[in-house]
């Protein structure tokens, strides 16, 4: 059986290639999924592409990958700063957990630099675009490899 992993995006990702351009570029969110399917499926993953602009569906999203036995590739977009229910959420998840961020949130203004859901986070990457999804699964998928032979 294929390993899971589920890709979580919050709010307003779903305006991406669209919503503020000179900060998260011309890539739509449809073109990250595709990118991703296509790939997780060369490194043997099964993977599952969600986006929801409500905390709540994102939590019930984080306990279905929890009782799938899936990592979690998450960006929590803007409630990353302050949703103290999504932390929890992914501090129940065993398998790895990576935060990716389109931006460098670490050169964002206040609100933005402090990412509270990194917390839960086995690894964050921030600042590299859209690529930072596909790094993100082969972090994924080498972190699951390493766990099996251990």
């Not at 294929?2 to 739509?28: A, C, F, Q, S």
Request: aromatic fraction near 4%; include cysteine; proline fraction near 5%.
């Amino acid at each position: 059986m294929r390993p899971i992993v589920h890709i979580l995006n919050g709010p307003n990702l779903n305006l991406l290639g669209v919503r503020e351009p000179h900060l998260y570029g011309h890539t739509t969110l449809a073109q990250v999924e595709e990118r991703c399917l296509a790939l997780a499926g060369e490194l043997g993953l099964n993977c599952v592409f969600r986006q929801s602009n409500h905390e709540g569906v994102l939590v019930d999203w984080v306990q279905e990958a929890r009782a799938a036995g899936a990592a979690v590739i998450v960006n929590p977009a803007g409630l990353s700063f302050r949703s103290i229910p999504l932390l929890d959420a992914l501090k129940t998840l065993d398998l790895p957990v990576i935060e990716v961020h389109i931006t460098n949130i670490h050169r964002r203004e206040a609100p933005y630099k402090d990412s509270l859901t990194s917390l839960a986070s086995t690894g964050v990457i921030c600042g590299l675009g859209p690529i930072g999804y596909e790094l993100a699964l082969h972090a994924i998928a080498q972190r699951l490899r390493e766990a099996a032979t251990a």
